[in-house]
């Protein structure tokens, strides 16, 4: 049975006759704080639970990384467990057992109403911790299409996910692949999309790019699943100047695919704010493999630009339905994807930014990725109130 929505997916719950217990203090556990797009909600997150007034401490398997002076300027605590990545692995008993210990340490220590664990490592960790911590609410958090991989670590999800309370998905495609692949009951699933900041809708002034041609730009880890060999065979058929905004370690292998194309392609590294990149450029493209819930997708329907992208998880939910609000390709192919592009930048569809931009605005808000995490977490406080 498909997740179709959030109110599906809570259809199972009891009905509560009054509203929500009081959310008072939460923690959110990651593994790093990196420059993805997880760690980019989590920030959003932490600081808009903090400016309603709830009590939010990160805490962090590993090092920290450059999302975590953001969570200090917004006047979040954020607390380094210091667990050490041994022979490059941190699967280990060892290493496992000791990150355990001294997280369920911690947790007694804070006893917060909810712990939130976002990604594989941080729920594998998490939940065990929070239910030998006797943290009232456990949820851990699902943001990609693709499975766990391999045997045992299948096996440690579905044993983690009997100890969660519940599991909150960023895309409905994203709930629909949990609930099969992990065996997941729809009680246990809600949907919240992630959220955008206020200064995403905010004007910026276009980046000094000189470019003899129209311009491309992509936001994304210069990673093989994002699929940037075959933005490359698109722009070459299209003659378009190519900015990348993002570093990975594809990046020598692209310059050097880029120059046998014969594609003007701009390496911009990372770019920590992407509005002027968004705001020079004629079309967004992400053309990606595979994707959980984009933010790039996101920030380009924030900045009013025409996109193109692959319809892989969540993105058709971002793009699609009436009317349009951008154009959906299938993945692995560039001739698809240069047809799109030919298109929007002739011109055959008016009005596309505009329209994303405004749907943007009225459903992806941070307000709203706050209040439906509240909500959530209120209810789940509630229920176990109840019994």
Not at 147 to 153: C, E, N, T, Y
Not at 298 to 315: L, Q, Y
Request: charged residues 20%.
């Amino acid at each position: 049975m498909a997740v179709r929505s959030r109110w599906t997916t809570l259809r199972d719950m009891p009905i509560l006759t009054r509203a929500p217990a009081r959310v008072r203090r939460v923690c959110l556990l990651i593994d790093q704080l990196g420059r993805g797009g997880t760690e980019k909600q989590l920030v959003l997150l932490a600081a808009g639970l903090r400016d309603e007034g709830v009590d939010v401490t990160v805490l962090v398997l590993f090092e920290g990384g450059p999302r975590e002076r953001e969570l200090h300027d917004r006047g979040v605590r954020v607390v380094r467990l210091g667990l050490r990545r041994i022979g490059g692995a941190p699967w280990t008993a060892a290493a496992n057992g000791w990150a355990l210990g001294r997280l369920v340490a911690l947790l007694r220590r804070e006893m917060p109403d909810v712990l939130h664990c976002f990604l594989t490592r941080g729920y594998l960790l998490g939940v065990p911790a929070g239910r030998l911590a006797g943290v009232p609410v456990v949820v851990s958090g699902r943001r990609s299409v693709a499975p766990p991989g391999g045997r045992v670590l299948k096996a440690a999800v579905r044993g983690a996910n009997r100890l969660t309370d519940l599991v909150i998905a960023n895309a409905y495609a994203v709930a629909n692949r949990a609930a099969h692949a992990e065996s997941l009951t729809l009680g246990k699933l809600a949907v919240v999309y992630n959220g955008l900041p206020a200064s995403a809708f905010e004007a910026a002034p276009p980046l000094a790019l000189d470019a003899r041609g129209p311009v491309l730009a992509c936001v994304a880890n210069l990673r093989p699943e994002k699929g940037h060999r075959d933005l490359l065979a698109a722009a070459s058929r299209t003659g378009c100047v190519v900015a990348l905004a993002g570093e990975g370690p594809e990046r020598a292998a692209l310059e050097r695919e880029a120059a046998r194309l014969g594609v003007d392609a701009r390496f911009l590294g990372a770019v920590p704010d992407v509005r002027p990149l968004l705001a020079r450029a004629d079309a967004v493209v992400l053309p990606s493999l595979v994707e959980g819930l984009s933010n790039a997708v996101m920030e380009a329907m924030a900045a009013g630009r025409p996109v193109i992208a692959t319809a892989v998880g969540g993105t058709p939910e971002l793009l699609g339905g009436e009317p349009r609000r951008g154009l959906l390709v299938p993945p692995k192919a560039p001739d698809a994807l240069a047809q799109a592009i030919t298109e929007v930048l002739g011109g055959a569809h008016p009005g596309l930014g505009e329209t994303a931009r405004n749907w943007a605005r009225s459903t992806l808000g941070i307000d709203q990725l706050v209040a439906e995490h509240i909500r959530l977490y209120g209810e789940q406080l509630e229920r176990l109130c109840a019994e």
